[in-house]
């Protein structure tokens, strides 16, 4: 039985018109802001979203910016993120850091610049950042006397040695842990920071890539190499469990091949996600660093025996790449769909009124709202009186609000409530006197619907293929996730690339080894890659 089916039956409500047996939802109650003249030929909200089918990235941009996530700004390649936008990031932050804290890390903070002597200790980390690096070569400005009212760098200011704006952090705290580390009883050290780094890309798009960025970035260090590869798959672990029960986006844990991997790391861990035009998207990275850092900034620890080794370390970190994988994973062309667990708003509530009720209906529907907000359930009620109801409701589409309650003076005299969730844009109308545990049951059925359909989606788009030709086939077809074997070099890693603009996602962990024949030159494969093309 569906669910709007078992809510309505366990509440003793069963005209309840499900998605899943007829087109359109229907309800024998006629809605009380139908009945009310005043607002009967409310107008929809235009929102004038392109269509995903028709251009997915246009639908994309005009999405972020008019559901108020983000927006450009007038410094080339970076974004603001609006205060809808960044409550979004907050709550993935506040799990995230539960999650890390869970797991013995603690949070610090280091420096944003970085001189470049540091930088380019760790020589493969330094060469693969170098050209996307903002570099700081003055400390001053001065008054033009050639142009007044201007400013130009004193040429007098310019700094002994160059400061790179972080990339990565991974140089600053390595040269920070030399000083912190002296014995076996220092470890395991566990950071994580939240910081922003710069990245100075050429092709922005809010979210996917910007100049400037926020996220976290864990650095840990290890008596013993099996200790560091535990910590770098742990923390593989928890950001598969945060995108798969948070952000419901089923994800393919896997490693990436020597092309793809963190430059100065020995094995990247990764997990991927796919989006629905069939592009993949990296939701997050973890890396097992060996001794490469710790050598590189002598970082060394005395053990038992009273020897001298080198740490072993990790790093490991997710950014607000994550917003943009949450908008294209779930959306639909009328706006967001968001998983309940990191909805801003979970509910909100349209009163229905004539003229001189809403503050009789709102004294009404307060209660509600206490009850709600007592389960944890956050809760707006819209009472503008600036805007109609089919305004408001088609504003909080866009938002992505997952459950919408339109309340009117004779929906509390019945003792009924019109709810709509937004995943399906089913309407039920269900009985006030238990509406605050039927919303919470109903935002866990949302939750977990979002993620089956996520699902459905990534398996009808993951294709096992045997050819060279069928590969390149599903690619220009259905795309998504192409499983082939491939003879394991970089050279036909990159003429895939080059021919079709599909890379190596990762080798799935979860892939077992199988013996057959690379699509591309017919040598001898042992196991199975992950092709798609991607952000």
């Known amino acids: 039985m569906p669910f709007s089916a078992k809510v309505a039956d366990c509440l003793g409500f069963n005209n309840v018109i499900c998605p899943e047996t007829v087109p359109f939802v229907v309800s024998n109650v006629v809605p009380e802001y139908e009945q009310i003249c005043l607002f009967k030929d409310t107008p929809k909200m235009?929102?004038?979203?392109?269509?995903?089918?028709?251009?997915?990235?246009?639908?994309?941009?005009?999405?972020?910016?008019?559901?108020?996530?983000?927006?450009?700004?007038?410094?080339?390649?970076?974004?603001?993120?609006?205060?809808?936008?960044?409550?979004i990031w907050e709550k993935m932050q506040r799990q995230l850091d539960d999650m890390f804290k869970r797991t013995g890390h603690e949070n610090a903070y280091f420096p944003l610049f970085v001189p470049k002597s540091l930088f380019e200790a760790e020589e493969k980390n330094a060469e693969g950042f170098a050209k996307e690096c903002a570099v700081v070569t003055h400390y001053r400005l001065q008054t033009d006397p050639d142009n007044p009212g201007k400013l130009r760098v004193d040429p007098n200011a310019k700094l002994e040695e160059e400061l790179i704006?972080?990339?990565?952090?991974?140089?600053?705290?390595?040269?920070?842990?030399?000083?912190?580390?002296?014995?076996?009883?220092?470890?395991?050290?566990?950071?994580?920071?939240?910081?922003?780094?710069?990245?100075?890309?050429?092709?922005?798009?809010?979210?996917?890539?910007?100049?400037?960025?926020?996220?976290?970035?864990?650095?840990?260090?290890?008596?013993?190499?099996?200790?560091?590869?535990?910590?770098?798959?742990?923390?593989?672990?928890?950001?598969?469990?945060?995108?798969?029960?948070?952000?419901?986006?089923?994800?393919?844990?896997?490693?990436?091949?020597?092309?793809?991997?963190?430059?100065?790391?020995?094995?990247?861990?990764?997990?991927?996600?796919l989006m629905q035009d069939g592009k993949a998207l990296q939701a997050g990275t973890s890396h097992f660093l060996g001794q490469n850092f710790a050598k590189a900034f002598d970082v060394q620890f005395a053990n038992k025996e009273g020897g001298l080794e080198y740490v072993w370390g990790t790093s490991w970190g997710v950014s607000t790449r994550l917003m943009g994988a949450l908008v294209m994973a779930h959306s639909d062309d009328d706006g967001l769909i968001l998983?309940?667990?990191?909805?801003?708003?979970?509910?909100?509530?349209?009163?229905?009124?004539?003229?001189?009720?809403?503050?009789?209906?709102?004294?009404?529907?307060?209660?509600?709202?206490?009850?709600?907000?007592?389960?944890?359930?956050?809760?707006?009620?819209?009472?503008?009186?600036?805007?109609?109801?089919?305004?408001?409701?088609?504003?909080?589409?866009?938002?992505?609000?997952?459950?919408?309650?339109?309340?009117?003076?004779?929906?509390?005299?019945?003792?009924?409530?019109?709810?709509?969730?937004?995943?399906?844009?089913?309407?039920?109308?269900?009985?006030?006197?238990?509406?605050?545990?039927?919303?919470?049951?109903?935002?866990?059925?949302?939750?977990?619907?979002?993620?089956?359909?996520?699902?459905?989606?990534?398996?009808?788009?993951?294709?096992?293929?045997?050819?060279?030709?069928?590969?390149?086939?599903?690619?220009d077809g259905p795309g998504g996730f192409v499983v082939a074997h491939y003879d394991g070099t970089s050279e036909t890693e990159e003429r895939i690339k080059e021919e079709t603009k599909a890379t190596i996602r990762c080798l799935a962990l979860a892939e077992p080894d199988e013996d057959g024949v690379c699509i591309v030159t017919g040598k001898p494969s042992t196991r199975r890659a992950h092709f798609a093309r991607a952000y």
Not at 46 to 53: E, G, V
């Open 46 to 87: 235009s929102k004038s979203l392109p269509k995903r089918s028709e251009d997915y990235s246009l639908w994309y941009n005009e999405l972020v910016k008019r559901a108020g996530l983000a927006e450009n700004s007038a410094v080339r390649g970076c974004m603001v993120i609006k205060p809808y936008g960044y409550a």
């Open 339 to 475: 998983p309940p667990r990191l909805a801003p708003v979970q509910v909100v509530i349209v009163p229905i009124y004539k003229t001189g009720q809403l503050d009789e209906l709102k004294e009404r529907i307060r209660p509600i709202q206490m009850g709600l907000l007592a389960r944890g359930i956050s809760v707006k009620l819209d009472d503008r009186d600036t805007e109609r109801p089919g305004f408001k409701f088609a504003e909080w589409e866009l938002k992505g609000v997952p459950v919408r309650l339109a309340i009117g003076m004779r929906d509390l005299d019945n003792g009924t409530v019109e709810v709509a969730r937004r995943d399906t844009k089913e309407k039920l109308n269900l009985p006030l006197a238990d509406i605050v545990s039927s919303i919470d049951l109903l935002l866990q059925d949302i939750q977990t619907n979002i993620y089956r359909r996520a699902s459905a989606f990534r398996d009808t788009h993951t294709t096992r293929v045997e050819s060279y030709e069928e590969f390149k086939q599903v690619l």
């Open 165 to 273: 704006v972080r990339p990565t952090s991974e140089a600053i705290i390595w040269s920070t842990y030399k000083n912190w580390i002296q014995s076996y009883r220092d470890l395991p050290l566990l950071i994580n920071q939240w910081a922003n780094v710069v990245r100075w890309e050429m092709r922005t798009r809010l979210f996917l890539r910007t100049a400037e960025f926020l996220w976290q970035e864990g650095h840990t260090a290890h008596a013993t190499a099996e200790e560091a590869l535990a910590e770098t798959r742990q923390m593989l672990d928890v950001y598969a469990e945060f995108a798969e029960e948070w952000m419901a986006l089923p994800v393919v844990k896997g490693v990436k091949t020597e092309n793809e991997r963190f430059a100065g790391a020995l094995e990247t861990y990764c997990i991927e996600g």
